[in-house]
């Protein structure tokens, strides 16, 4: 089953405009990653952020994690037609399996 | 490209059919998992090896599903007698466990229509 809840679900924004994506997650986690996916395709890693850490950059995404919320939020700034695809965070657990439990997701477009 | 590659990238097959999928990881990668998605989902973890062991499967994974991974390279998931709730898309994905992040690459997926 799925662990996280992503909201919101779809997203409309225009060229430019910053994109704020949360995700929630249940249980314990070691890390917690974002993933871009463009229809049909797999997906891309966009950033980790580990269980110790509050807040991580890369070039124009910034995720925070609260772990006492169990929640985190990745935001897009200065949107990009390219930025359109889904997003979804995923999770760890606190196991040492590695296996990785993902949100439903959040559908972004951006319109030029 | 992440260098995780899949083949075939899409497959349609008849309700009953066996179908076979193959998955070839980053070299280097001790650790290959499988996932399920369907449309307007999130991926759902399927099974995972670390080298040519396979250390866990989920509960998704009925007797009908197999995957193997021979000598801790390539990996095949093998699906007998599909059933048209078998459709989804299918995702492998490695990773290096003993790195910092231990982040998982995933490849373009095999697309399965069952009809």
């Known amino acids: 089953s799925q662990q996280g809840e992503e909201d919101p679900q779809a997203l409309s924004i225009q060229e430019g405009e910053n994109a704020t994506m949360n995700c929630s997650y249940k249980?314990?986690?070691?890390?917690l990653q974002w993933y871009r996916q463009n229809s049909g395709r797999g997906l891309v890693h966009l950033i980790l952020?580990?269980?110790?850490?509050r807040e991580k950059h890369s070039g124009r995404l910034r995720v925070t994690l609260d772990t006492s919320k169990k929640s985190s939020s990745l935001l897009i700034t200065a949107s990009r037609a390219a930025d359109t695809a889904s997003y979804f965070c995923?999770?760890?657990?606190?196991?040492?399996?590695?296996?990785?439990?993902f949100g439903q997701g959040t559908t972004l477009q951006v319109k030029p | 490209d992440t260098g995780v590659s899949q083949d075939p990238r899409h497959k349609i097959t008849k309700r009953g059919q066996n179908v076979t999928f193959r998955c070839d990881p980053i070299?280097?990668?001790?650790?290959l998992y499988w996932y399920r998605q369907t449309l307007g989902q999130g991926p759902e973890f399927l099974t995972y090896?670390?080298?040519?062991?396979?250390?866990?499967k989920s509960r998704l994974l009925s007797d009908r599903f197999s995957a193997e991974r021979p000598k801790g390279s390539f990996s095949t998931l093998e699906i007998q007698r599909t059933e048209q709730g078998d459709s989804a898309m299918y995702l492998c994905?490695?990773?290096?466990?003993?790195?910092?992040?231990?982040?998982?690459?995933f490849g373009p997926g095999t697309r399965l229509t069952v009809l």
């Open positions: 994905a490695s990773s290096f466990r003993g790195s910092s992040t231990d982040t998982q690459y």
């Open positions: 249980t314990s986690i070691n890390n």
């Open positions: 952020i580990r269980s110790n850490e």
């Open positions: 995923a999770t760890d657990g606190s196991g040492n399996t590695g296996k990785l439990i």
């Open positions: 070299s280097e990668h001790n650790r």
């Open positions: 090896f670390q080298n040519e062991a396979q250390l866990e």
